[in-house]
């Protein structure tokens, strides 16, 4: 008889698992746990956005000269009342943010799911925020990745020009800097995000980057999740560059291991890191990325982070 599957587990528990992730905008946050989305699909994942919770709209920030950075222009206050219920299992009234018109439509009734993420500027940024949540990332692109991103994103999909784009991030960067990074001393796992040494393009091309992910150590731990390199295969097979590298360091008092991934893997790595994972943490199917010759840095990175917050999930030990 096979286990249980630990997704009927969180189907049938009482608790609201709830996942924070911080970082400026356009930084990849949705990316990093599109996983667990995909994991353990949307009868069991329900995402708040916190743009929703702004308290100015575009013009009036414009008029005040606020950015969305500032804790001002921002319902910290009633985020942080709105998570309270929401780990209790209560529908709330959400408000809604549309960044087409820059302007808020009604309120929707947002009913939680078993695990709940928050993403955005200001997710685990007070002592309350942090209290009910499980697990806090932090994604960090480097400046130049940054920069080029946000560019891309606002141009192509929200309709800014290049010149106004450069103006904001001049704009928001103090505000970042003082509001937004120092949430990083904060999280579980950071996500640093630079230029691929093999070279730049590729990160336009492929969505090839060198990718930094930073853990604290785990306090407790289920058997050992295997990240078998076929040397074979490698020697053999792979025509693309890639590099793994790991590194202890210190941030913010707390002992960290840097994995750091550049380029790209071949597809049978991450297919048999997914099995491996399935079979420690009786979550199945894990395929996100099954079938693919070739999978990249932040495919590897995102499937580990995957695996610390299932590991967090299968050890909280209450709904608190």
Known sequence: MHPPNFKDTIASSPCIFTIGVAGD??????????????????????????????ALDRKAREEQGITALHPKANRIDVLEQDLIQLRLGVPIEKPVYNHATGTFDPPVIFRPKKILILEGLHTFSTPTLRKYLDFCLFVNPEREVKYDWKIRRDVEKRGYTRDEVMAEIRERE???????????????????????????????????YRITLAQKKLRQSIEDIDLSLDLYSILSLSERNFSLKFLTSEHDGHQMGELVIDGELSGHVVERLEHSIERQTRVHPIAIFRNREYVTAGDLAQLIVCWRIIHRRIFMESCR
Not at 31 to 45: A, M
């Open 25 to 54: 905008s356009g930084s990849g946050k949705t990316t990093f746990t599109q996983g667990i989305r995909k994991i353990f699909g949307s009868d069991l994942v329900s995402t708040i956005t916190l743009d929703d919770y702004h």
């Open 174 to 208: 103090p505000d970042y800097a003082q509001y937004v990074l120092p949430q990083k001393s904060f999280a579980d796992a950071v996500i640093t995000i630079g230029y691929s040494e093999y070279g730049r393009s590729l990160g336009q091309e492929r969505n090839v």
